[in-house]
């Protein structure tokens, strides 16, 4: 369990001089047992009270990386139980499996095709895992060799015999791939491959105090680049053990549990398997390892990975600027939006299907809709004029008609002063009106 307060007090040099940004140094330490502050902010602190802090002062989930390069992925640093809260910090690796006895070349070639654009931005797989189910070390290493040579993802080891990952790391080292895992029976021998290699390493208990106990051994070892799994398969157990894994070390700075985690899915039909998956993700699995490979089945699931680890206190926004749908010229029309993304994409999917190249403002409204910027006062006359003299329209466009969302029709007198006379014109209600709008209006 982590430092107290007062244990951390004791050590500091209680001088009071407020270099750290707390009026005391008993404000400090306390804000450093509940992980607010760090030991770097105090100047003063001793070399032997610093070494003696290093719990306090450590994150409750360590930072754990895998993989080498520009295919970096970080795993845990999270300080929090709740997203709104504050937010979650690394979002859950997406892992697909491959055995070393199917076509490796194929489903590699299929995870490969797993990686998509929706609403402005990039949703991807991170990782593939290798499984060595053949038994046989040689099948095992050309099957990670196959799968290092065709793709950059991110990559697991599976094996837990010593010798046979041992031959596999030969293959993929340099990519510092997580190694599955170290057990009561192998821990020593996966220990000394892992510091030998720099690769991280996943602890596999039998429930969580096994587990923790597991994670004691391996860090008396020396080693302390770990991921966590704690054995159990069964949804509910595992939900139940990741949430206990995360209140330990958020809330009692557990420091054996303080690892992030790995959970494996179970079930056999896609579906089922998707919606396991998004349990484990929702409830601070570190990585996911599933089966399917099926584009319908792995999309949901990044769509609902993106949401959960946005900022809850910042919506997702496009770039407030002028936009250009197809290939337009001085006579195509101009619509205004807002730049929450979901609006703006939207929008600019109606008006690529109206076929009429048209030039779109995504005028700035800290990322909210159309409505909600009208009553916070964020879209105004005043934001749209200046929003289309920031885009230069005037220069582009032979005509001064601009649309505006059919549910701010009001806004209609505001924006034709504050443009300087431009005929506002009010657009349909909905976006799904906007073909229908463009072709009787602009056709």
Known sequence: MGLTGLEIFKQLPKTNCKDCGYPTCLAFAMALANGKATLDSCPHVSDAAKENLDSASAPPIKLVKVGSGEKVLELGDETELFRHDKKFYHPTAVAILVSDQEDVEAKVNQVKELDFERVGLEFITDMVAVKNDSGDAEKFKAAVEKTAALTDKVMVLIAEDADVMAGALEAAAEKKPLIYAATADNYEAMTALAKEKGCPLAVKGKGLEDTAALVEKVVALGYKELVLDTGERQTSRVLADLTQIRRLAVKKRFRPLGYPTISFTSKEDPLEEAAQAAVYLSKYAGIVVMK??????????????????????????VEAKLYEVGDVNENSPLYITTNFSLTYYIVEGEVETSKVPSYIIAVNTDGVSVLTAWAAGKLTGDSIAEAMKKAGV???????????????????????????????????????????YAKENFA
């Open 292 to 317: 399917t490979a099926e584009k319908q089945h792995i999309l949901p699931l990044l769509s609902w990975r993106q949401n959960l680890f946005t900022d809850p206190q910042k919506p997702i926004q």
């Open 394 to 436: 005037e220069e582009k466009l032979a005509h001064k008609k601009v649309v505006i969302p059919g549910h701010v029709a009001v806004l209609s007198g505001a924006v034709e002063e504050s443009t300087g006379g431009w005929e506002v014109l009010v657009g349909p209600r909905e976006a799904s009106g906007i073909p229908k």
